[in-house]
């Protein structure tokens, strides 16, 4: 599926993106402190045969995120930790995440109307039950980014994944997770469609 917006167009990931890739990767690499983002061909053609098999055994759906204005690649996104419960065609709960933003992307629109975009097809299109979003602990900037999205703070998951930050090899993260609920999807609707559209 493609999600079209005035500032952001998610693609379906493939392995042609990979250059753009790497160019919205390499622009400036000091906000990817606490994640894990490829810098080199080999590497991202790595990150995403492995999210492309993800994909294809239901586990997530990958974007290439690309500005609406120019069609450039500026990074990427995905729906991510996917759950069926009650023998639907569409997941019942997904998490958006697996972001990251060139640093010519960032603090712009564009990750907020990504966002938009995920939660409306998301609640609109699939009836979700609910939507993740988590972030290591530690990260404040995402952390303040996903409450700015509308998202309520449920708890810190102690030692729940690998930690992504360089140096950290083998050890496990606190990551704060945060979610969107059905009856909340209306009024986080209508903020995002605000700061968005005015």
């Given at each position: 599926?493609?999600?079209?917006?005035?500032?952001?167009?998610?693609?379906?990931?493939?392995?042609?993106?990979?250059?753009?890739?790497?160019?919205?990767?390499?622009e400036n690499r000091s906000t990817y402190t606490m994640t894990y983002v490829p810098d080199t061909i080999e590497l991202m053609s790595e990150q995403v045969r492995h999210l492309l098999v993800e994909r294809d055994t239901r586990l997530c759906v990958p974007f290439s995120t690309r500005s609406t204005q120019t069609g450039r690649i500026v990074g990427m996104t995905r729906y991510m930790t996917m759950r069926w419960w009650f023998e639907r065609d569409e997941p019942d709960a997904v998490e958006i995440g697996g972001t990251f933003l060139s640093e010519s992307a960032q603090r712009t629109p564009i990750n907020t109307d990504a966002k938009y975009l995920m939660l409306r097809h998301a609640f609109d299109q699939w009836s979700v039950r609910r939507v993740d979003l988590k972030t290591d602990a530690r990260n404040e900037r995402s952390r303040r980014a996903i409450e700015r999205i509308g998202a309520e703070f449920e708890g810190v998951l102690r030692r729940w994944q690998p930690s992504l930050v360089t140096g950290e090899q083998g050890l496990a993260r606190d990551s704060a997770m945060y979610s969107i609920l059905p009856e909340r999807w209306p009024e986080v609707r209508e903020a995002l469609e605000h700061r968005l559209f005015g």
């Open positions: 599926m493609t999600l079209s917006g005035p500032y952001t167009t998610l693609t379906p990931l493939s392995l042609d993106d990979v250059d753009d890739l790497v160019a919205a990767a390499t």
